[in-house]
């Protein structure tokens, strides 16, 4: 069954704004990693957070993790219209990948 | 990264056919891959998992006898849609576990069954 849960679902955003993104999950987890989906296309991987760490950068992207409250954030900075896409985020724990229902971002010029 | 491929990447078939969808590492052995399904604005549902040599494991609600799975190598695993009806059109993502790191995703496969 799906794990994770994304919220919101979807956002709507200028250029230059930061957009931040939720994910709650329910087990214990090995690492929690975060995807982008562009409409119809495939996944791309965007960064992977393991359990023991609590913070990660990647570029624009900042990715935390509180296991105790068993969530995720991703935070995109400064974004730009390319970033439309659906984000979704997947718990890893030893066995196939849990993904959230996703959030659904809206970058406009 | 590793890289998985996915054949074909769109696929349109009258309904009662079969359709085979190839999931292949191209740079790294598999002992486990996994399949996914994507409805239109849903997330990735894991179908079954695949395992090189033995009989795959199913998830909860998925046919096993509708959705043929073969792992017939290290590199190669395939998904048969046996008698596709238009409800199993769909988006089919798999994905291959590389031996202790994570899992890397194929491109998709579209399906429409009309």
């Known amino acids: 069954s799906q794990q994770g849960e994304e919220d919101p679902q979807a956002l709507s955003i200028q250029e230059g704004e930061n957009a931040t993104m939720n994910c709650s999950y329910k087990t214990s987890i090995n690492n929690l990693q975060w995807y982008r989906q562009n409409s119809g296309r495939g996944l791309v991987h965007l960064i992977l957070?393991?359990?023991?760490?609590r913070e990660k950068h990647s570029g624009r992207l900042r990715v935390t993790l509180d296991t105790s409250k068993k969530s995720s954030s991703l935070l995109i900075t400064a974004s730009r219209a390319a970033d439309t896409a659906s984000y979704f985020c997947a718990t890893d724990s030893g066995y196939a990948l849990n993904f959230g229902k996703g959030t659904s971002l809206l970058v406009t010029p | 990264g590793a890289v998985v491929s996915q054949h074909p990447s769109w696929v349109i078939c009258k309904s009662g056919t079969s359709v085979k969808i190839e999931c292949r590492s191209l740079?790294?052995?598999?002992?486990?891959m996994f399949w996914y399904r994507q409805f239109p604005k849903q997330s990735l549902m894991l179908m079954a998992t695949?395992?090189?040599?033995?009989?795959?494991?199913?998830e909860q609600g998925v046919e096993k006898d509708k959705f043929l799975i073969n792992h017939a190598s290290l590199t190669l695993s395939t998904l048969t849609v046996t008698s596709a009806h238009p409800e199993d059109s769909s988006f089919y993502i798999c994905?291959?576990?590389?031996?202790?790191?994570?899992?890397?995703f194929g491109p998709g496969t579209r399906l429409l069954v009309l």
């Open positions: 994905s291959a576990h590389r031996v202790r790191e994570t899992q890397y």
């Open positions: 957070i393991r359990s023991n760490e």
């Open positions: 740079d790294f052995q598999a002992t486990t």
């Open positions: 695949s395992n090189e040599g033995s009989k795959a494991t199913y």
